[in-house]
């Protein structure tokens, strides 16, 4: 009896399952084809929420093309209809943007003025826009604000959480401890506000950046630097307002934009195509990527040791020996010319730092036609600054925070937490330092003095190899370290960066120095390489896809507010082993 219930469970799992996969199989048979694209055809291009460098590897991701825009989703859109006699038009709708960095939302921009190179116009449709939102939507030709919404033009703030308090009062100790005077990232655990120097250092920043804006709107608006700077002072701005400072062109709803813009049919509709379906059309199908073959190297997310992967707080995790393995892929391919790395990373474990660091030196030195360029996204900051030392040249946004050229390590003492609930922990070891990570109690002096030789030694090491890959000096480049974290601009002024742009600034100058003509289209090989649909499968039904799930439930239940809290309270300790020696970015919330 028993044996013929378990052979009806089966049989109807197994049903399930083969129905589930025919599912699929039909699913991808359906959004697999590239779309039909009109004639005469406006691009439609939503930009918004948490873009990343890489598309997550899910089933519907894949059926889909794109699960969610992705930076080089958006700018392989514009490129594309650059060059597609079908697209007419791009209409631009920003949708608000998850992240508090600048980089990401610069490269598409940037995109958006290379593709107006071809004659083309391009519109901007904004239900709601914040600084960031509408800096995009400067680059269009006109701006279009929805009448019930407020333009949030306001200016830079910068939020720091610290703390130090709220662990007194629970009984934990941050015994942290850092090499350079701008190495704040403890100082969220560590302290009770702000000391002098992240003080200075976040002023310095949000300066930096108020001017890149207040620049990108005055080009945008054809105004002046003065007259933007005094109407950042007197927003948020209502729509009537905005209109009359010039900051947008009309006040529309979006069904009522397709009768204002100019070139309309006569039944005054324009046929559109969605930013997701034409990004299932291949560059290769308008004459693009095709040709002398380029490898882009994506390190995005925060450097550890072992298998890339996903912490649901936390996000995208780099692992040492996945990038490695792409490094040795790609300079064992025979056909590849030239090697860009993109850094989309806060840094990490200073050990795990180190070993790409080494990859990507012999691949580096192994062909010297084959130059290496580093390309940085929002963040290449610590031990995101120290893997792009290899290359010949980096490239940077202007906005693009890096540097913090430091580290720091440590723990956090909770055995006062424990006592306050009654708990009491006993340690048995053997070994004059057998509890030096100990939970329990801070670093006696002689734990505390091993720390910060092994601290000190990685930094000297470090100021070393950056005034090795940058032509200089320990002594002028610890001046810049001393873990400052600088913006794109104030790097490339300072020597840390060589020049200012986005990917496809970096392949240009890949294909430059390796003797590739400046006209000629190349063939862009990533890794990640995309992942095959039975892939993709096995490894969502063989529960890899546990940590996406979790951090997907988290982002539904939680508020954009409590995700962030949560990331800070939690920090990126719990992602390290207790005491590991960190290259890693302080805690900047820009908004």
């Known amino acids: 009896m028993a044996r013929r219930a378990f052979a009806i469970i089966f049989t109807v799992l197994g049903f399930v399952f083969a129905l589930s996969i025919a599912g699929f199989v039909l699913l991808y048979v359906f959004f697999g084809r590239e779309p039909v694209v009109p004639a005469n055809a406006t691009l439609v291009l939503r930009v918004g929420g948490e873009l990343t460098e890489v598309a997550p590897a899910d089933v519907v991701g894949y059926l889909r093309g794109v699960k969610r825009p992705t930076v080089r989703s958006a700018v392989d859109n514009l490129r594309k209809a650059k060059v597609d006699a079908r697209v007419r038009a791009v209409l631009l709708k920003p949708t608000g943007f998850d992240s508090p960095f600048w980089g990401k939302v610069q490269e598409i921009r940037d995109a958006v003025l290379d593709f107006k190179k071809s004659g083309k116009p391009v519109y901007a449709y904004l239900q709601y826009a914040g600084n960031r939102e509408y800096y995009l939507a400067t680059a269009a030709d006109k701006v279009f604000l929805m009448p019930s919404s407020p333009l949030d033009l306001n200016g830079i703030a910068t939020y720091e959480l610290f703390l130090r308090g709220t662990l007194d009062k629970v009984g934990a100790y941050a015994d942290l401890h850092h090499v350079g005077d701008f190495k704040t990232a403890i100082n969220t655990l560590t302290e009770k506000g702000y000391t002098a120097a992240h003080k200075e250092m976040d002023e310095s920043l949000n300066r930096d950046l108020y001017e890149q804006l207040v620049r990108g709107i005055a080009d945008g608006r054809k105004k002046n630097d003065a007259d933007v700077r005094k109407l950042l002072d007197e927003g948020p701005f209502l729509p009537e307002d905005a209109l009359r400072a010039g900051l947008v062109d009309d006040v529309a709803y979006e069904d009522q934009v397709d009768d204002k813009l100019e070139g309309t049919r006569g039944d005054g509709k324009t046929p559109r195509i969605d930013g997701d379906d034409y990004a299932r059309v291949s560059p290769a199908s308008v004459g693009l990527n095709k040709g002398p073959r380029i490898a882009v190297i994506y390190a995005a997310g925060t450097i550890s040791g072992g298998k890339s ?6 996000g995208a995790v780099v692992g040492s020996d996945t990038l490695i393995d792409y490094i040795r892929q790609a300079r064992h391919d025979g056909s590849v010319r030239a090697i860009v790395l993109r850094i989309d990373s806060p840094g990490g474990s200073a050990a795990a730092s180190d070993a790409i660091w080494r ?55 909770t055995g006062g937490v424990y006592e306050k609930l009654g708990a009491r922990i006993e340690a048995t070891s053997i070994g004059k330092h057998a509890e030096i990570d100990s939970p329990v109690r801070p670093y006696n002096p002689e734990e505390l003095g091993k720390l910060k030789e092994q601290l000190q030694a990685f930094y000297d090491q470090f100021v070393e190899k950056v005034a090795t890959s940058r032509h200089s000096t320990p002594q002028k480049i610890d001046a810049l370290a001393q873990g400052r974290v600088w913006t794109g601009r104030q790097a490339k002024q300072n020597g840390l960066v060589d020049a200012l742009g986005g990917l496809d600034s970096a392949i240009a100058l890949a294909k430059e120095r390796a003797k590739i003509p400046p006209d000629s289209e190349v063939e862009v090989v990533a890794y990640p390489p995309r992942k095959s649909f039975y892939e993709i499968l096995t490894d969502q039904f063989g529960g890899s896809g546990e ?45």
Do not use: C
């Open 309 to 314: 992967g996903y912490d649901p707080v936390n």
């Open 547 to 591: 940590q996406m799930a979790l951090s997907a439930w988290l982002s539904a239940n939680l508020s954009k507010g409590e995700l962030e809290g949560l990331r800070v309270m939690r920090g990126p300790l719990a992602m390290f082993h207790r005491g590991e020696p960190l290259a890693l970015m302080p805690f900047v919330f820009l908004r």
């Open 359 to 413: 990859e990507l030196i012999v691949a580096r030195n192994e062909r010297a036609d084959r130059p290496m360029v580093a390309s940085m996204s929002d963040l290449a900051a610590s031990g995101g600054y120290y893997i792009a030392m290899p290359a010949q040249v980096i490239v940077a946004q202007p906005s693009t925070l890096t540097g913090s050229i430091g580290i720091y390590g440590g723990k956090v003492v």
